[in-house]
Nanobody, 122 residues
């Protein structure tokens, strides 16, 4: 089992920045690919970004490329999502998740956090 706890969400104006954190406990954090997903009201959960076990490889959805940055600190069992140039359409609940393979499909992720709300005002 891997327990994931997100933090750092909040209300920000368009053009602003937020940094989300996801702290992991349980099994060896460095054994897992970590991903961030988001879900807006009335919409399906969508892939945002993922990072390999070592942090050497990352993958981003086109909608956030160039604005969001994922990183991880295996010594601290934490993955981060730096979000810059935020837009109202980024408003959603953001979830971190863990899997063994770098994929973009939510169903392939084994462990999920409870989510943190991000609201971007125009």
């Amino acid at each position: 089992q891997v327990q994931l706890v997100e933090s750092g969400g909040g209300l920000v104006q368009a053009g602003g920045s937020l940094r989300l954190s996801c702290a992991a406990s349980g099994r060896t954090f460095s054994n897992y690919v970590m991903g961030w997903f988001r879900q807006a009201p009335g919409k399906e959960r969508e892939f945002v970004t993922a990072i390999s076990r070592s942090g050497s490889s990352t993958y981003y959805a086109d909608s956030v490329k160039g604005r969001f940055t994922i990183s991880r600190d295996n010594a601290k069992n934490t993955v981060y999502l730096q979000m810059n140039s935020l837009k109202p359409e980024d408003t959603a609940v953001y979830y971190c998740a863990a899997t063994k393979v770098l994929v973009v499909v939510p169903g392939r992720y084994d462990y999920w956090g409870q989510g943190t709300q991000v609201t971007v005002s125009s």
